[in-house]
């Protein structure tokens, strides 16, 4: 069975009412956005594949996509020039970081671990300046595709920001969610300076905090957190610069 083809049979959900209701000009609701199912994309780049994934199988309608060495104007010239096929922008809204409630935030790693990252992130020399922003776009589909292209309304959270932090900031304080699923895709060549798989700091995070996702979409090139395992029978999902192979995988409790 295709990936897209279960998520639409397991976890298919209609419009978020906020979202449905959205008219232009109206102002970025946080709160009902992050109590919607959110898609977290860490190390995003402009890799749209957890949007053709989710989006694409009515299983999610919000997105977070975090980067911190990828320029908002060269997201938004891609949005302007191509955007996401079959899509329009309906509207597009700048925020600042009190408007997502993380201003005052516990980090949850230790302090050798923080001195670790911030020794990790000043020999990558890429992140030196890195690009800080926000915005949301919301999307809506045209009228000349049919449900079967994909979600009738979408809204992406656009980060400059570190994957892990964001991470930690926007879904593993107390009275937050974890996202419904993650993409776990560790490019290397980005800048990244832990891993977000198995092995990296995003999963001790998910550990302490307890905010596990329903569901990780994973890359060939990392590994899965603890506790979750491969959806059988499943083929797996192509995208990426590369066209990388991608597998879901669900978390199980033992």
């Known amino acids: 069975m295709r990936t897209e083809s279960y998520l639409q049979s397991h976890y298919s959900e209609p419009v978020p009412q906020w979202l449905a209701q959205f008219e232009p000009g109206g102002p970025f609701d946080a709160e009902a956005f992050f109590a919607s199912r959110v898609v977290y994309y860490p190390g995003s780049g402009n890799d749209g594949h957890a949007v053709q994934v989710f989006a694409g199988s009515h299983s999610a309608h919000c997105f977070v996509y975090a980067d911190y060495v990828y320029p908002a104007k060269d997201i938004k010239n891609e949005l302007n020039a191509h955007g996401f096929r079959g899509y329009s922008t309906l509207a597009r809204i700048e925020l600042t970081q009190s408007q997502l409630g993380s201003l005052h935030w516990t980090k949850h790693i230790t302090p050798d671990e923080f001195e670790l990252a911030k020794q990790a992130v000043s020999r990558t020399g890429i992140a030196h300046q890195p690009s800080r922003f926000g915005f949301v776009e919301i999307l809506e589909r045209n009228r000349e595709v049919g449900d079967e292209h994909g979600a009738h309304r979408i809204a ?13 900031a926007l879904f593993c304080q107390d009275g937050k969610n974890a996202p419904f ?30 905010r596990f996702p329903n569901l990780l979409l ?4 990392t590994n899965p957190w603890e506790n979750y395992e491969a959806v059988s029978d499943l083929e797996p999902t192509y995208g990426g610069m590369h066209n990388e192979s991608r597998q879901l995988f669900c978390r199980v409790i033992k």
Request: net charge negative; aromatic share 10%.
């Open 156 to 168: 992406l959270l656009f980060l400059g920001a570190d994957g892990h932090a964001t991470f930690d």
């Open 181 to 210: 699923a993650i993409l776990l895709q560790d490019h290397g060549f980005g800048g990244d300076y832990s891993a977000f798989g198995a092995e990296g700091l995003m999963a001790r995070i998910a550990q302490r905090t307890e």
């Open 218 to 221: 994973v890359a060939r090139n």
